[in-house]
C-alpha cells in the first residue's frame, strides 16, 4: 500500500483522483485546498490530514519524508489551478514522491525542461493524466491506424463543447494566466489524442479565438485536422436536449463513438503508473507545445488574438 497526499481537494476533477487512490488499494494521507467544501474526503477516508493554507501542507508532507518509512508519502496527486501544477510538482519531487499531476501538466513548455532536470536530480518521477489513451475505443482506432497500409493523409473533424455557466469567467479557469484559456483547459488531452493518433506536429492556425470558443486547423504528420472546442451552450447541436457535454470525432468520414466509458479511466492510469508505465514529461511534452503556439499565434487574417500569451515564468 502507497501512501498519497492530494492538492486541489475541492476542485472538480479530485474526486476521480481520490477513487483511483482507493481503486487501486491505496490510502490517502493528507490534502490541502484554499477552500474547505471537501466533505468528498469522507467517502474514502475518515482519517485524512487537510489544510488550506499549502505552506503549512508542505510542512507536514516534509514531517512525514523525516518520520517512520511507513507514514511517508510516495505520491503527491496534483488536482489544483494549472497555473500552480509547476510548483505543487516541484513540492512533490523534493519531498522525495512521484507526482500525477493533471492536465496540463504545466502552461509553457520550457518549463517542462526544468522539471525533467528536477527529476534527474531526485530521482524522483512526473507522471501525467492523459487519460483519453486508455479509452477502449481510442485504443481500437490506435491499434487500426497503425496496423492499416493506407497511406493516405487522413481528414479528421474535431468538436468538443462542453457548456459551462457564468461562473467560469469569474474563476481561475476564465484567467488565460491561470488556466492558458480555452484551448488548454478543454483541448490539451484532445490535442494529445490526435498527436498520438496520427503523428507529430508540422503546422497550425487559429481562425476563431475567444473566451467561449475557439477553432482552427492542424496538419499532423498523417493527418489534417478541423477543430472547435467551446464552453458555450449556444454551441451545443440542437439534439443534444439535457445534455451539456458533446464530443465528436470523424475521420475519414466515420464518426469515433467515445462520448461513454470515462468513469473509470483515472483507475486505469493510476494503474499505469503503478505499474511504472505512466505517461511522464516527454509523452505530454508535445500537445504542451501545440496548446502554447495556438495561444500565441494570431488569428488568421492577420488579427492578433484576443487570447493573452501566459506569462513567461
Excluded at 493506407?150 to 469569474?170: E, F, I, P
Excluded at 498527436?195 to 498523417?222: K, M, R
Aim: aromatic fraction near 8%.
Amino acid at each position: 500500500m502507497k501512501n498519497f497526499a492530494l492538492t486541489g481537494a475541492a476542485g472538480f476533477v479530485a474526486p476521480r483522483h481520490m477513487k483511483a487512490i482507493n481503486d487501486t488499494g491505496n490510502r490517502l494521507v493528507a490534502a490541502c485546498d484554499p477552500h474547505d467544501s471537501v466533505g468528498t474526503l469522507d467517502r474514502y477516508s475518515l482519517d485524512v490530514r487537510f489544510f488550506t493554507e499549502f505552506e503549512r501542507f508542505d510542512r507536514h508532507l516534509d514531517k512525514l519524508r523525516r518520520g517512520p518509512a511507513a507514514e511517508r508519502v510516495q505520491y503527491v496527486s496534483i488536482c489544483s489551478p494549472n497555473h500552480l501544477h509547476d510548483a505543487h510538482i516541484r513540492t512533490a519531487l523534493r519531498i522525495g514522491a512521484d507526482a500525477i499531476c493533471e492536465k496540463p501538466i504545466v502552461l509553457n513548455p520550457w518549463n517542462l525542461d526544468a522539471l525533467h532536470e528536477l527529476e534527474t536530480e531526485t530521482g524522483g518521477r512526473v507522471w501525467t493524466v492523459l487519460q483519453l489513451r486508455l479509452h477502449p475505443s481510442l485504443m481500437a482506432l490506435k491499434k487500426r491506424i497503425d496496423a492499416s497500409s493506407d497511406s493516405r493523409r487522413h481528414r479528421v473533424t474535431l468538436r468538443y463543447v462542453t457548456a459551462r455557466g457564468v461562473w467560469y469567467h469569474h474563476s481561475w479557469k476564465g484567467s488565460v494566466e491561470k488556466s492558458g484559456g480555452v484551448a488548454t483547459n478543454i483541448g490539451v488531452h484532445l490535442f494529445d489524442l490526435l498527436i498520438w493518433l496520427f503523428g507529430a506536429v508540422q503546422s497550425s492556425s487559429v481562425d476563431i479565438s475567444t473566451p467561449h470558443h475557439i477553432a482552427g486547423t492542424i496538419e499532423l504528420a498523417n493527418a489534417d485536422v478541423e477543430w472547435f472546442l467551446s464552453i458555450s451552450a449556444a454551441d451545443l447541436p440542437s439534439d443534444t436536449t439535457g445534455r451539456t457535454t458533446f464530443r465528436s470525432i470523424v475521420v475519414d468520414g466515420t464518426e469515433i463513438e467515445f462520448s461513454e466509458g470515462f468513469n473509470d479511466l483515472h483507475t486505469r492510469v493510476y494503474e499505469e503508473v503503478l505499474e511504472g508505465r505512466g505517461f511522464g514529461i516527454e509523452d505530454a511534452r508535445p500537445s504542451i507545445e501545440l496548446v502554447h503556439r495556438i495561444r500565441t499565434q494570431p488569428v488568421s487574417g492577420g488579427k492578433p488574438s484576443p487570447v493573452a500569451e501566459v506569462h513567461r515564468g
